[in-house]
């Protein structure tokens, strides 16, 4: 059983940065691939980012893309969510999560694929 954890959420003004973090527990994020989404009020969840089990392959929402970047630390059994350049319609609560998988290079911004998730941690951005 993975246990995710996320960190690093808090208030910016726009064009400000904030660096993610999701620290696991109970596993290795080598066994899985990871996503990060985020969910405003009153509105559906959406996907922001993953990468693959091997961690060679990401993929980004349109939206963030050119702006957010993601990574693992394997060492620190962490990963982390880069947002740079943000926006007030960033604000959002913000989940990691993650996928078994076989696969070592496949992503998915599916929500539904993902089985372990985060308790989520607030951005908001103000202008």
């Known amino acids: 059983q993975v246990q995710l954890e996320e960190s690093g959420g808090g208030s910016v003004q726009a064009g400000e940065s904030l660096r993610l973090s999701c620290a696991a527990s109970g596993g290795s994020f080598s066994s899985v691939g990871m996503g990060w989404f985020r969910q405003a009020p009153g509105r559906e969840r959406e996907f922001v980012a993953a990468f693959s089990r091997s961690g060679m392959m990401t993929d980004y929402a349109t939206s963030v893309k050119g702006r957010f970047t993601t990574f693992r630390d394997g060492a620190k059994n962490t990963v982390h969510l880069q947002m740079n350049n943000l926006k007030p319609e960033d604000t959002a609560v913000y989940y990691c999560?993650?996928?078994?998988?076989?696969?070592?290079?496949?992503?998915?911004?599916?929500?539904?694929?993902?089985?372990?998730w985060g308790q989520g941690t607030q951005v908001t951005v103000s202008s």
């Open positions: 999560a993650a996928r078994p998988t076989m696969s070592l290079d496949s992503t998915t911004s599916s929500p539904g694929a993902y089985v372990y």
